[in-house]
């Protein structure tokens, strides 16, 4: 194997488990240490720079980092990275005189940003300070997108929306909120000199079988459903309700319905549980609230009887698989079951939809209807055009719409400056060693044997009452300090320097997990086979490094590095030293500018 | 040594051995000697052999002397028992523990000088006894515990970090253990664990007095230029003579090597030491070639390393004085006190 050029920023970038996997790129290791040592507001600030959202999405992120984390590699379960960012984002204080203060003055450009969805914040958030003057429109009475019209309110507290949308807003940003845009060339026309599209993916899939019509009265899409519940146009629902779906969309459904008169409320899937979309801590949520999910049965009909809805009737089916292993659902031949009920909610997907961008726009779409993007830079085939957030590839989540916004914003900047759009600027990085005596260093070394702790909850008597009521109650310091100290720190690498080695094995022999051999290089095949422990997991990179006196070649297998240290530690030379690497996505900005 | 002790988080594949243990039980607490150290590195050797071998780590009874070298028993097998001795008496104390207690496995640890200076005559007794047993030395030419000056392995012109040439002549542990008649003798080097592991193997499974001889530098006082017992100079004039394989039965072999390469010698318990020999002229079972051919290379300025003499039909000191199969501890009180009949019969023989 080559030799590792740990220059490469993605190289150490990628040992940080939880940044890589992170859309936005969030230092996630530094504003952990910074939680442990109760530096709340540090904590909070690294997150808002980064994700813009911390106290929305410490209680709602989809949270990619966490199965990524190394921890779950090493013990069982990953760090609660989600829930850490949350008490951050209570403990914080007053930050207000940490974010950029306008009025920043106007450098004569002006960009709309058609929906006030995080994607679209995020866009206005990053391009405000730089002295654009941005508008954001959108159809609702209230910004958020459907952080304000979807997610619940006992999962997520409007006072949490209120003050971080407001940090935009505040920054100087106008919004048109009521204000439906029907037309994307009178836009246009108004004289801005770029649009963001943050529109999101606004239809709910219906479910077309026989009765559908006629007890349409009871039949509600998931998501038009909590929109209304959400801006309180709907306030109950019938006794029995049947949930139509397997995704986030169906939990929040029925937890909802719990809350607003529903006592029998079931939640019906045509897969089998394992492979429903819900996150599994979503469907735990959802059982311990007292919903049965049921599985294996196909929705057929809807009864009714004189225009109201009396259930639904269900096949029966099994999974089978071919010989390739895909596989089918096949009816099983039983009887066909029917679930009385009072109402139906249907949340069986979402599609995007763009009746407002005229086709002649200059605006293409492909066959799946949605825009053809340049895949970094999202602009459209309109150059005045960018796209981001679940309008530019179809329904994500938050964390993914605020990393769309921070590149549709650089791609904006260097646009309205007339650079290449297309030249992207790498993140910026530093790498210091965090050497302070011969054993001791600059971050907490020692290796914690916690189990993740479990967020408290409300009791359910008390939340299941009212729908405002919210049901984790977060972690309290002193939990939030027990699971910041089970990160690994990884984002302090091992870094290696070959010309100082005498080979004396001590990284070997005190090594916890196995990670590093001195051995004849090769092929990365047959030298993954031949280490200290075998490398089995191919997504984690091996270290190689050459110029030893015996020319030998140290391999170290990134995988399960505890980033302990103890190799530096044993090493009489400092051939093997902790050094932090902090990564940061560049912004729009100075930084992302060629000129 | 370390502020923080060693993470019990381990691999996730790291394999048990037949008692379901993994290598990181038989681990010690963290070492305290200095970052870099030879000892550190047979410390792991000495893991990883009984780990391989399923050793029950109740049935190991480690005994060391004073010395950087002789602290080492903290550092592995924190499951077995201990002892450490006053400096140099580390063999007279093993040789009683063995008498006692004859069923357990005796790990003599210590250092060239706690083995070739003050304890030189302990040395030579267990050896001439045929005390059962493994005798390590972590030799690193230096007393690195008082902070470097020479020992007695300290090769003549060997220069210390000071620059003060050794003019006295070196004393060769292995060449004392072939001529007191060990049946096991070995050398090897703290930097050479694939070589190092086997020969620990080897010299558990072996039922006599097994020695062997660790080149082990000293990274604080015996790691620079001039030095003998260096990394670097050790790298450079090691000759190895053989690579040794064991094996716990006998199975065919599947690799081909070259025609009187390989040499099997099955041990009193089945086990199997295979001996891929690197210099094919040299026979391990020659006790005299053994001796001339070490002082001619030592002459030359090598450091010749493996297996050196095997005797695969040992006998012990238990042998020599026909002593009673059992541990004492286990002889009950009829054994103990035959009575006054067998009293006079013993009497009887000695009038
Ligand atoms: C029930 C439900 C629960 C969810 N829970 C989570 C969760 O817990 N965590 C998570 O990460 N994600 C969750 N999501 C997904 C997440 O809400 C979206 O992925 C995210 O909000 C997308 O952001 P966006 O900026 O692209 O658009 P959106 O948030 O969808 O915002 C688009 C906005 O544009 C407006 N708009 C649309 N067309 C026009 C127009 N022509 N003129 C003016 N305004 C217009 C809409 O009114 C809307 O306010 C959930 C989604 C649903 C449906
Ligand atoms: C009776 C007695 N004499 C002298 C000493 C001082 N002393 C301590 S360790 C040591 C030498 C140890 O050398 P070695 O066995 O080579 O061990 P190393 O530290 O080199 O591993 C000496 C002379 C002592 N502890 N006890
Ligand atoms: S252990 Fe910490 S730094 Fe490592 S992946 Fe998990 S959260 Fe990130
Ligand atoms: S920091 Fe060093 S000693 Fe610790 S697990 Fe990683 S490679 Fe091993
Ligand atoms: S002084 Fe020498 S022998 Fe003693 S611990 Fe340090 S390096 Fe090892
Ligand atoms: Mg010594």
Redesign the interface.
Known sequence: MKATDVSDPDYFHKVVDCQWACPAHTPVPEYIRLIAHGRHADAYMINWKSNVFPGILGRTCDRPCEPACRRG???KDPVAICRLKRVAADNKGDIADRLPKGPFPRNGKRVACIGAGPASLTVARDLTPLGYEVVVFDGDARAGGMIRSQIPKFRLPESVIDEEVGYIVDLGVETRLGSYVSSLRSVLAEGFDAVFVGCGAPRGRDLDVPGRKEAAANIHIGIDWLASVSFGHVEKIGRRVVVLGGGNTAMDCCRTARRLGGEDVKVIVRSGFEEMKASPWEKEDAMAEGIPIMNFLVPKSFTHEGGRLTGVVFEKVAPKFDDKGRRSLVPTGEPDLHVACDDVLVAIGQENAFPWIERDAGVEFDRWGLPVLGEKTFQSTNPKVFFGGDAAFGPKNIIWAVAHGHEAAISIDRFLRGEDVAARPPPMTTLVSQKMGI??WAYD???S?ELRQKVPHAAPDIALRDIKVEVELGFDQKLAWAEAQRCLNCDVQTVFTPKLC?????C???C???CITFTENGEEEDLRRRLM??A?NLAQDLYVAEGL??GRAMIKDED?C?H?G?CA?????GAWDMRKFYLEMTQAGQGCRTR | MTYITKPKLHHPSLPTNRLGYTRRDYEGSVSTLCAGCGHDSISAAIIQACFELSLPPHRIAKLSGIGCSSKTPTYFLGNSHGFNSVHGRMPSVLTGANLANRDLIYMGVSGDGDSASIGLGQFAHSIRRGVNMVYIVMNNGVYGLTKGQFSATADKGSKSKRGAVNSDEPIDLVGMALQLGATFVARSFSGDKQQLVPLIKAAILHKGAAFIDCISPCVAFNNHAGSTKSFDYVREHNEALNRLDVIPERQTIEVDYEPGSIEEVVQHDGSVLRLNKLAPEYDPHDRIAALTHLQERHAEGEVVTGLLYLDPTPRDLHDHLATVEKPLNVLDEAELCPGQEALQRFNAQHR
């Open positions: 590699r090493v013990e054993h001791e070394n020692d290796i044997n005498i080979e004396c094995d001590a070997v022999d005190i916890p997990m196995d422990a075998p089995l006196k015996t399960v505890l302990c103890l530690e044993r090493c009489p030379t």
